[in-house]
């Protein structure tokens, strides 16, 4: 079984369109994230949920918006896409209170604007 | 605030040659430090941590990495490279705030030469 899954793990599409990215986690953890992966590997913290409460939010433009319907779920639904957008996002997990704990990544969601 | 420092964005190593992968890392508190892989369009695995637990780390695939406090550093090696070793690595702190989140260095391209 997949601990961290994402789906779509490729999206392609126009620009002003909105989209969803969903992610689930089978771990129990109560902690869950959403990396941005730009084109030069950098990976950034855009959200953090902690048992369905948004803990973390690293000043990401307001078409970005998290929802988590239980601790085990954190979508992304991004509107009106840009051609900035483009790039592979990854749903994580940890478990809560534990900063020696690591994260469990997704496998990424490759998104491409055109 | 706390950081880490990926040195190197590229590294090239011939097949059993030892691989050299460099971490400083920045903080006020004792630091919890990992090194994570990515594979191409594959999410990031966990080679190993550091939890203050020991100061030489073994991880999977034959890696370790040593925390040098005198240093600030958490180098990755390995005694002899393999083709299959060819990927990004990545660096990161855990750090504070409000729940917790991961702080990924730059990454460095490793690259196995025949």
């Known amino acids: 079984d997949t601990a961290v899954s994402q789906t779509p793990k490729y999206l392609v599409t126009q620009m002003g369109n909105d989209k969803s990215i969903k992610c689930e986690q089978n771990?129990?953890?109560?902690?869950m994230y959403w990396y941005k992966q730009d084109s030069k590997k950098f990976l950034k913290i855009m959200f953090s949920y902690n048992n369905k409460e948004l803990i973390i939010n690293e000043t990401v433009p307001n078409r970005f918006s998290p929802k988590s319907p239980d601790k085990a779920h954190l979508n992304l639904h991004i509107n009106s896409l840009e051609l900035g957008d483009s790039a592979v996002y990854f749903c994580?997990?940890?478990?809560?209170?534990?900063?020696?704990?690591?994260?469990?990544f997704g496998q990424g969601t490759r998104l491409t604007v055109v | 605030a706390q950081s880490v420092t990926q040195l190197g964005s590229h590294v090239s190593v011939s097949e059993g040659a030892l691989v050299l992968l460099r971490c400083n890392y920045s903080s006020s508190v004792p630091p919890y430090l990992f090194w994570y892989v990515q594979y191409p369009n594959q999410g990031l695995q966990l080679l190993l941590k550091?939890?203050?637990?020991?100061?030489l780390v073994k991880g999977i695939n034959g890696f370790e990495a040593e925390f040098k406090k005198s240093e600030t550093s958490f180098h990755l090696t390995k005694p002899s490279a393999h083709m299959s070793d060819a990927a990004e690595y990545f660096c990161?702190?855990?750090?504070?705030?409000?729940?917790?989140?991961?702080?990924f260095g730059t990454g460095t391209r490793l690259k196995v030469l025949a």
């Open positions: 990161a702190v855990s750090v504070a705030s409000g729940t917790y989140k991961y702080i």
């Open positions: 771990l129990g953890h109560d902690t």
């Open positions: 550091y939890t203050s637990a020991a100061t």
């Open positions: 994580a997990s940890s478990p809560p209170d534990d900063r020696r704990s690591e994260a469990f």
